[in-house]
Nanobody, 123 residues
Framework: QIHLAQSGGGLVQPGGSLRLSCAYS????????VGWWRQAPGKEREGVLC????????YYEDSVKDRFTVSRDNAENTVYLQMNSLKPDDTGVYYC????????????????WGQGTQVTVSS
């Protein structure tokens, strides 16, 4: 029942901006939890941030806390990741999932992940 579908991403120059979307379904009772990860080429997946109905927004990567913001559109059941002042090191595949980054990330079922979207920051 839980399903997430991503859109956005693309190629931008350093200093540019992108907004990623994660449309979700299957949450009940007003509960939601949507986390964001990214994986750079040849690197391990790293947690970026998470937004939940219980605890609000939590950042897991200090390098993005002043540049990335997350918001939720209640009517559209969509979480948006607004990425500003993008740097080449931000390049990678970005994923959303019905869970938060942390030690238990590997327990998130495969079907609870979005398909991922490529973000490339290059001049």
């Amino acid at each position: 029942q839980i399903h997430l579908a991503q859109s956005g991403g693309g190629l931008v120059q350093p200093g540019g901006s992108l907004r990623l979307s994660c449309a979700y379904s299957g949450f009940t009772g007003g509960y939601y939890v949507v986390g964001w990860w990214r994986q750079a080429p040849g690197k391990e997946r790293e947690g970026v941030l998470c937004i939940t109905s219980t605890y609000g927004v939590t950042y897991y990567e200090d390098s993005v806390k002043d540049r990335f913001t997350v918001s939720r559109d209640n009517a559209e059941n969509t979480v948006y990741l607004q990425m500003n002042s993008l740097k080449p090191d931000d390049t990678g595949v970005y994923y959303c999932a019905a869970g938060c980054p942390g030690a238990d990330s590997d327990l998130i079922p495969a079907e609870y992940w979005g398909q991922g979207t490529q973000v490339t920051v290059s001049s």
